[in-house]
T-cell receptor
Framework: EPEVTQTPSHQVTQMGQEVILRCVPI?????FYWYRQILGQKVEFLVS????????KSEIFDDQFSVERPDGSNFTLKIRSTKLEDSAMYFC????????????FGNGTRLTVT | AQSVTQPDIHITVSEGASLELRCNYS??????LFWYVQSPGQGLQLLLK??????LVQGIKGFEAEFKRSQSSFNLRKPSVHWSDAAEYFC??????????????FGKGTHLIIQP
């Protein structure tokens, strides 16, 4: 069964550094998402992306965050200048067209900001 | 604003016993409801979903859930749990299968512990 893949599985960075989290959605999917889960807390929506532009973003997704689909397969989340509170598990998700197409999640990237 | 409440942070169940995980939601329109499971170090796996029709939905791994509009609930059940069911369970609500443009709203999760 096709999967959403995320790399790396764990990233450690210093505060103030830029990080790029990478995702390869399922190949025929059209809608892409990033979610975040701070340790011990619930999964939170960050941003949705469709037709090469952001569809919606939450209040968490401030100017430090950006997303990009640089080619036909990758979907990236960039954090320009990381803060300690950005430490979390970041999940990429994708789904196909159609109102009943379910969301498929990747295994996540654990970001640790020191 | 939409919200999901999972009142039980932890639940401990003996292997072979039945299970019910509670979920209540608040949503302005007809909701799409989901249960996801997260094993340690893994991503979120969809167990089942409710969009419309029969209010009792069957999912993978022997799980089922019942949508009760009058109670704004979508509780997850399993008649006999296995040790491999130990995981974190999340209930979620959204505008469509992907949550719509605003994404899915998740509950805080219920940590299921299976004792021998």
């Amino acid at each position: 069964e096709p999967e959403v893949t995320q790399t790396p599985s764990h990233q450690v960075t210093q505060m103030g550094q830029e990080v790029i989290l990478r995702c390869v959605p399922i190949s025929n999917h059209l809608y892409f998402y990033w979610y975040r889960q701070i340790l011990g807390q619930k999964v939170e929506f960050l941003v949705s992306f469709y037709n090469n532009e952001i569809s919606e973003k939450s209040e968490i997704f401030d100017d430090q965050f950006s997303v990009e689909r640089p080619d036909g397969s990758n979907f990236t989340l960039k954090i320009r200048s990381t803060k300690l509170e950005d430490s979390a598990m970041y999940f990429c998700a994708s789904r196909g067209d159609g109102g009943n197409s379910p969301l498929h999640f990747g295994n996540g990237t654990r970001l640790t900001v020191t | 604003a939409q919200s999901v409440t999972q009142p039980d942070i932890h639940i401990t169940v003996s292997e072979g016993a039945s299970l019910e995980l509670r979920c209540n939601y608040s949503y302005g329109a007809t909701p799409y409801l989901f249960w996801y499971v997260q094993s340690p170090g893994q991503g979120l796996q969809l167990l089942l979903k409710y969009f419309s029709g029969d209010t009792l939905v069957q999912g993978i791994k022997g799980f089922e859930a019942e949508f009760k509009r009058s109670q704004s609930s979508f509780n997850l059940r399993k008649p006999s749990v296995h040790w491999s069911d130990a995981a974190e369970y999340f209930c979620a609500v959204g505008a469509d299968s992907g949550g719509g443009a605003d994404g899915l709203t998740f509950g805080k999760g219920t940590h299921l512990i299976i004792q021998p």
